[in-house]
């Protein structure tokens, strides 16, 4: 098993290199965070989905117990999705498969590509979205 500051490296290193096809990303939010908590994420909206065009901020949390726990995550762009709280932008786990079944082979980025595949589902392709640039 590798120790979780390693693991927390190499997630690290892959997103600063840019992952896949760049609709996804991740960093560190502050480089002096030792314990490597806190995380900034962006989704950028999927074509043919009233999320087109759009940047969506998340801010992800990695507790002392990730990657055997799944990270917290929580939206800082507003958006209307079932999995999203409205009043905070977190997103449920209990209404996000990937945390829901949360497994320590799922990373980050994992996450990310999901909630931007849930924007595609037909619940939430064509939902009204607040305002451009609106945040939590």
């Known amino acids: ?7 927390l490296l190499e997630e690290l290193e892959k997103g600063e290199k840019g992952i896949g096809d760049g609709t996804v990303s991740y960093g560190m939010d502050d480089a002096d965070d ?3 908590n806190n995380w900034n994420g962006t989704i950028i909206g999927p074509m043919n989905t009233v999320h087109m065009n759009r940047i969506y901020c998340l801010h992800i ?3 002392e ?24 932008g ?17 990373t980050m980025e994992t996450v990310l590509a999901e909630l931007r595949r849930e924007m595609q589902s037909p619940a939430n392709r064509k939902s009204p979205q607040p305002p ?4 939590y």
């Open 1 to 7: 098993i590798v120790p979780r500051s390693f693991r």
């Open 34 to 36: 030792m314990k490597m």
């Open 61 to 63: 949390y990695c507790s």
């Open 65 to 88: 117990e990730y990657p055997e726990k799944p990270p917290k995550v929580r939206f800082t762009s507003r958006i209307n999705m079932g999995c999203v709280n409205q009043s905070t």
């Open 90 to 106: 977190e997103v449920d786990p209990k209404h996000l498969q990937v945390l829901k079944t949360w497994s320590r082979a799922y």
């Open 132 to 135: 451009e640039g609106a945040m």
